[in-house]
C-alpha cells in the first residue's frame, strides 16, 4: 500500500495533508492524534487513534511511512522518539510542495517539510525533521540540524548554520556565515548580524539575546 500515517491534526497538519494530497505521490490512511477522539474526523480522514495505539494501527494498514505534522520542535521531537521506539520499522516521509524550488545538489533528510514557494539553494543542507515553510529561503551551503525550522517568509544567506531543535521564525534573517546554536529561537523580523548562541532567545535588528530558554519552552503561539 502506499498509504501514510499523519501524525497531529492541527493546522500544521492540514497544510501538510494538502500537500501531499496535491502531490499525489501516497495516500493518505488517516490521523494519528492523542487529543482526539478514535474514530472522528478532521479534514476529512479519521483519527485512527492515538500514538500508544500505533503498533496495532501499523498492523492493521501497513502503512508505507509516517509524517510527524506538528510545528513545535521540541514537541515534534517528543514524538519522532515515541514512534521510532514503538514502531521502528516504520520510515518517515519527507514532504515537499510542488511549488517550491529544491536544488539537485541539496540534501533534505527523512521526515522533512518544504513548504510552497520556498527555495533550498545548491549544496544546503535540511536535517531529519526540519520545516522549512512558506516563501523560506534557503541559500548555498547552508546548514541545519535536526529539528530546526524557518518560518514563513525567513531567509538563510550562504554558509549559515542553525543547530538542533533551533527556530529561525517569521521573516527573520541571517547574515551569511553565521551560526546560530541548538535550542535558540531567532523571533519574528529579526535581523541576525552575529553568531547566536544556544538556548537563547534573541530579537530585533539586529537581533539582541534577551533571555535564556530551556529546552522544550513554548515559542509558538
Known sequence: MNDVLIVGSSGHAR????IITGCGAYG???????????GSVEFDLPILGGVANLPEIVRKYQPRGY???VGDNWSRGLL???IEALAPELAAITVVHPGAQVSRTASLG??????????????ALVGRFCIVNTRASVDHDARLAEFASIGPGATLAGNVHVGA???ICLNACVAEKLSVGPHTVAGAGSVVLYDLPDHVLAYGAPARVVRARREGDRYLR
Open 15 to 18: 497544510v501538510i495533508v494538502d
Open 28 to 38: 493518505i490512511a488517516g490521523l494519528i492524534d492523542d487529543t482526539k477522539p478514535e
Open 67 to 69: 509524517f510527524v505534522a
Open 80 to 82: 519522532v522518539a515515541k
Open 110 to 123: 527523512d521526515g522533512v517539510a518544504v513548504m510552497a514557494g520556498a527555495v533550498i539553494s545548491s549544496n
Open 165 to 167: 531543535y533551533s527556530a
